[in-house]
């Protein structure tokens, strides 16, 4: 019979010696396996009388059981020691700084569509979306453009090749077909405003065929022009942080509003360089009017109850004005180094209280 004592030894060195627990289970298997050493142990019990057969399976028993112990042992450091050594290779050091190069941040279409979200918000306007590619009804003849209306074709507009109710599908002209969805979908008092792309087929220097908007739209009972001149002299003043910043009313036209007025606020062009501000000079900034009753009545809204005002904006033109920005094109470059220098932080929320910009 073998040596106990000797085979006992042989397999704590070999469990102890397994470096990981494939060698672990290796162990385990040419001990305890079917054909392993304690296993075969087991089987010459049969051939020994029944005295000495009593002691030895006591013994043979004792072994195995110290063995299993021992893997056990074994197996719980090697899987702790696993993990350790898992979590040391894999350890990220969450308080290293961002690496400057790799650093983005806020386009400033992003940013100032934000900041009109802002003061519109702090002036109890919800936002509201609609889709890019529009129904001609919804961006023309609901808005009081009907088919052979001049202003279709001063909007450069881009069919599509489907089609809904035998007329051509448009990408949307301006963000107004929003103020029709609005008003057939909500009940009056409504006060949204609408940020969003707008296309149109012109490419120069100063249009983009893919631009932004932020629209206005207000229908209760009681507003008036003096409402539309209070909100959007506010919006002006804030939006460019400037107090006593001119704001002007010109008369104006648009199908879907009547009266109509385009906004203009005051600057001066005095030593080459464009200044926002008290000046002798003017920049149209916003078109807006009194909603169209035709318009509240193509919507299923009595005109004789409700009423209100709309406007409608450019965001390129007011990131420009606002943050300098001298060319047109360069917002849709994608170039890193443009972005770096009129990006904003991603934490720099813009709010009414806290604004950056003076
Ligand atoms: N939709 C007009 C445009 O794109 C702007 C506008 C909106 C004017 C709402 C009046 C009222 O030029």
Not at 152 to 158: K, L, M, S, V
Not at 168 to 179: C, K
Not at 222 to 229: A, E, P, Q, R, W
Not at 326 to 353: E, M
Request: proline fraction near 5%.
């Amino acid at each position: 019979m073998q040596d106990l004592e000797a085979l006992k030894s042989e397999l704590t060195a070999a469990i102890d010696g397994a470096g990981d627990l494939d060698a672990l289970e290796a162990v385990r298997v040419a001990a305890l396996g079917r054909k392993g050493s304690v296993t075969g142990l087991m089987k010459t019990l049969g051939q020994l009388d029944a005295d000495e057969r009593k002691a030895a399976g006591r013994a043979f028993n004792a072994l195995k059981d110290e063995i299993a112990e021992a893997l056990e042992a074994r197996r719980t450091a090697l899987s702790a020691s696993g993990l350790d050594a898992r979590l040391a290779e894999e350890k990220i050091d969450v308080t290293l700084p961002v690496r400057p190069e790799r650093r983005g941040c806020v386009h400033p279409i992003s940013q100032t569509i934000d900041e009109v979200i802002a003061i519109f918000g702090e002036m109890g306007f919800t936002v509201a979306e609609g889709p890019d590619i529009e129904e001609d009804w919804y961006n023309f003849t609901a808005l009081n453009i009907p088919q052979d209306h001049p202003a279709r074709q001063e909007h450069d507009t881009f069919y599509i090749n489907a089609e809904k109710e035998g007329r051509r599908m448009v990408l949307r002209t301006h963000t107004s077909p929003v103020q029709i969805r609005t008003m057939q979908s909500q009940k009056p008092p409504i006060r949204i405003i609408v940020p969003g792309r707008t296309y149109r087929s012109d490419h120069d220097a100063t249009h983009s065929p893919m631009f932004h908007q932020v629209e206005g739209l207000v229908v209760d009972e009681t507003s008036h022009m003096g409402h539309l001149k209070g909100c959007l002299m506010e919006f002006c003043r804030a939006f460019f942080g400037i107090d006593d910043l001119p704001v002007r009313f010109r008369p104006s036209y648009f199908p879907f509003t009547e009266p109509s007025a385009e906004v203009d606020i005051g600057c001066t062009r005095e030593g080459g360089g464009l200044k926002i501000g008290a000046g002798d000079d003017w920049l149209e900034i916003l078109g807006s009017g009194m909603v169209n009753p035709a318009v509240l009545e193509n919507c299923g809204i009595d005109s004789a109850k409700y009423q209100g005002f709309a406007f409608g904006m450019g965001v390129e033109r007011l990131a420009m004005l606002k943050y300098g920005i001298p060319d047109l094109r360069t917002f849709y470059d994608s170039d890193i180094r443009w972005l770096k220098h009129f990006g904003f932080a991603p934490l720099d929320v813009p709010s009414l209280l806290g604004r950056t910009v003076g």
